[in-house]
């Protein structure tokens, strides 16, 4: 017989997701029964006490005056990275551009040097560390890359990394291999390709830890044909195509991702419309990295264009040394104030649309029925309080399959949460 695992009762607001013409679908003095790690029922509070009396439950935890949203899902980061590159954001604030940072030896290739030189035991406490603050800002999915490798031996590594840093942590991670980010020093662009094709590809499939594969298409990096070459081996591989498109320059990688079906193209800033009907009619999610634009100081991407191609914006961190946020929630004030998004429209691009850009439909980054009970507990009475109140983390309280795995901006262990009983604030 199944046990009420945990309610979470008497929210100001609890968002569940798209209703059926895609607004925001939310209840007011709701909550949430969670059996088995999974979502059985969510609505007004009384009705939930009536079919499952909260002095069955487990675990209780009082949301009163305050908001239950789906635990964000972030699909695009480079959380796994080694050294420190704070000059470099000082550099580009006096005007030097990231380019001609990359050019210089800085950027991906600086951290590439770090993680070559850094310990397997390093690269695995350093990830954990970024999950950590992801998990304690509200994120339970999230995608993560390789790429500072750049060599067979350190993509390796990397997968190996992330494999064993999400098998200790609460936060579902989802891993992309990404070989091509960027061309090594002293190497032919065409001569790294046929390594990431002939050998990374290969060896990264073997490993099983990957989904999906990824390449940086962008003007002296890798070219569209090369990308093309580099995510159709990977589909030879059981890879799944991401694509990094039209960053700095519209170059037609947006057209590629939809020619190849790919799950996602991410950033966009430089995309038409054009791009954006060609994405939608494809089924390609637009992942949109505001904070991307944020810290680089360039313009952001236009999402209404995509909206009104009909494609579900999704919105993502991309946490990397050059874009340092583990807060979704400030992805999404910024989707608000920089891109002018509607705050519903935002918190869906953080939670369902951005599962759709892991190729997740099984209820991931919603609170329905049947889903798992992946929820952040925000300290406001409506989701509006996420972009509205961007100078904190908001999050209060996390629960992982139903389970609390933080509270107040740190992860819980043992001895902050009791197996059972009331959580109260």
Excluded: W
């Excluded at 031996?153 to 960027?182: C, K, N, S």
């Amino acid at each position: 017989m199944s046990t009420l695992q945990t309610v979470v009762h008497d929210a100001a607001e609890l968002v569940v997701g798209p209703a059926a013409d895609e607004t925001l679908r939310t209840y007011e003095s709701a909550a949430i029964a969670v059996v088995d790690g999974d979502v059985a029922m969510v609505g007004p509070t009384e009705d939930v006490r009536r079919e499952y009396p909260f002095d069955t439950a487990k675990t209780t935890v009082d949301a009163s005056g305050k908001t239950v949203i789906p635990g964000f899902v972030d699909p695009h980061t480079h959380a796994l990275f080694a050294g420190d590159r704070s000059d470099e954001f000082a550099a580009k604030l006096r005007g030097k551009p990231y380019q001609e940072i990359l050019e210089e030896g800085g950027g991906i290739l600086r951290t590439v040097e770090a993680v070559r030189e850094a310990s397997d035991e390093e690269l695995v406490a350093n990830l954990t560390r970024q999950l950590d603050l992801m998990l304690a800002h509200g994120t339970t999915t999230a995608e993560v890359k390789t790429g500072y490798g750049l060599d067979t031996e350190t993509e390796l590594r990397m997968l190996d990394a992330i494999a064993q840093a999400a098998d200790d942590h609460p936060v579902d991670v989802v891993a992309t291999f990404m070989g091509a980010h960027a061309v090594p020093d002293g190497r032919e662009t065409e001569d790294y390709v046929d390594e990431v094709v002939e050998e990374q590809l290969p060896a990264a499939a073997d490993r099983g830890v990957a989904e999906f594969c990824d390449v940086f298409c962008e003007e002296g990096v890798f070219t569209v044909e090369q990308s093309r070459r580099i995510l159709e081996a990977g589909e030879e591989y059981g890879l799944t195509p991401k694509i990094h498109a039209e960053e700095f320059t519209r170059l037609g990688s947006a057209q590629l991702a939809a020619d190849l079906d790919a799950v996602s193209a991410d950033h966009l800033l430089h995309a038409t419309s054009e791009d954006a009907e060609a994405m939608a009619d494809a089924g390609v999610v637009p992942v949109l990295l505001p904070g991307t634009a944020f810290s680089l100081g360039e313009s952001y991407a236009d999402p209404q264009q995509f909206q009104n191609a009909g494609a579900p914006v999704a919105l993502a961190t991309d946490l990397n040394p050059n874009c340092y946020s583990q807060s979704m929630g400030f992805a999404v004030a910024l989707a608000c104030n920089g891109m002018r998004m509607a705050p519903a429209d935002a918190l869906l691009g953080a939670t369902r649309n951005a599962a759709l850009a892991l190729d997740r439909d099984d209820g991931t980054g919603t609170l329905v029925e049947g889903s798992s009970a992946d929820l952040a507990i925000v300290d406001g009475p409506s989701h509006v309080h996420v972009p509205y109140n961007f100078g904190v983390n908001s999050v209060d309280t996390v629960l992982k399959d139903g389970a609390v795995v933080a509270r107040g901006g740190a992860v819980a262990d043992e001895d902050t949460v009791a197996d059972g009983g009331d959580v109260r604030d």
